[in-house]
């Protein structure tokens, strides 16, 4: 039993719309790569066809469950090489220096704008 990795838990560092957004980023990468298999790619398209098609059964609930399953079965049936491919190039960080966008000692002028009328 020693020889078994235990399971990671990953945490985020940011919010749910931080991951929401990384998800649909992922899933946009991956549809557009043409490495992944073409059938996988029908079940992103399919629940989101399901979204807009009205249908009988009442409430957004089964909506959001089929676009929910949807999105997580494909990135789960896709190659994982290229999951963590695309991952790690939306989780790369652009290196740079944070800059104020004004500095309390630069000198500010406070004008307005007439635009003379012939």
Request: charged share 20%; with cysteine.
């Given at each position: 039993m020693a020889d078994q990795k235990e399971?990671?838990?990953?945490t985020s560092k940011g919010g749910v719309f931080n991951d929401l957004t990384l998800r649909i980023k992922l899933i946009l990468r991956l549809l557009a790569d043409p490495r992944v298999n073409p059938l996988i790619k029908l079940l992103p398209i399919g629940s989101v066809i399901y979204f807009f098609i009205p249908d009988l059964a009442p409430g957004p609930i089964d909506d959001a469950a089929i676009l929910?399953?949807?999105?997580?079965?494909?990135?789960?049936?896709?190659?994982?090489q290229?999951?963590?491919?695309?991952?790690?190039?939306?989780?790369?960080?652009?290196?740079?220096?944070?800059?104020?966008?004004?500095?309390?000692?630069d000198d500010v002028i406070d004008a307005e704008y007439w635009e003379k009328k012939s």
């Open positions: 399971p990671k838990i990953v929910w399953l949807g999105a997580y079965l494909f990135v789960e049936l896709c190659p994982p290229i999951v963590a491919e695309h991952m790690q190039a939306l989780k790369q960080v652009i290196p740079g220096e944070w800059k104020d966008p004004l500095d309390p000692n």
